[in-house]
């Protein structure tokens, strides 16, 4: 990584952590199981991953949800890992579009989308229960329901924000070939 784009990269973690942690931990929406919310913060995590790639995207995920946790009641690492696993999955994803070209049509809201609710299923609906039956001896059958309504509503909240952030955020970046000389 060029000196300028590792100073970017660390300039996009550092505000990328504090905005997914003021999504997390203000613009949640409760939901009747326990200990689940519908997240925005995922949405713009995908944003910050496909634009600056899976490191920022993961440690975005990271310490956003270890910061939201420590203001809360304490960090769940098994969660804590997920976020940054997301955060990871949704970069390399993000490697598939074009979205810093100043490209993201209908086909690459259709890679995005089937990316992100893969990744959201193994992370929140396999990997995160599974983890929290391994390290904090959780029953089985709170997790996994926890784990997959994370999962089905993570999918639903970056479907949407996600989409469209990604979208806004190719409509403010010129396309290579489309600005063109006037002729006098």
Known sequence: MKKGNSIQAIVAIGIGAAIYFVLARYVAIPTPVPNTTLQTSYGFLALIASVFGPIVGGLVGFLGHTLTDMTLYGPWWSWIVCSGICGVCYGFIG???????????????????????????VAWGVI????????????????????????????????????????????????????????D
């Open 95 to 121: 490697k598939f579009l074009s979205v810093t070209k100043g490209i993201f049509g209908v086909k690459d809201a259709i890679i995005f989308n089937i990316g992100q609710i893969v990744t959201n299923i």
């Open 128 to 183: 995160a229960p599974s983890l929290d039956i391994l390290i904090y001896s959780e029953p089985a059958n709170k997790v996994y329901l926890q784990g997959l309504t994370s999962a089905a509503l993570n999918s639903i909240s970056v479907a949407i924000i996600g989409t469209i952030l990604l979208y806004s955020y190719a409509k403010t970046r010129v396309q290579k070939g489309s600005l063109s000389k006037e002729n």
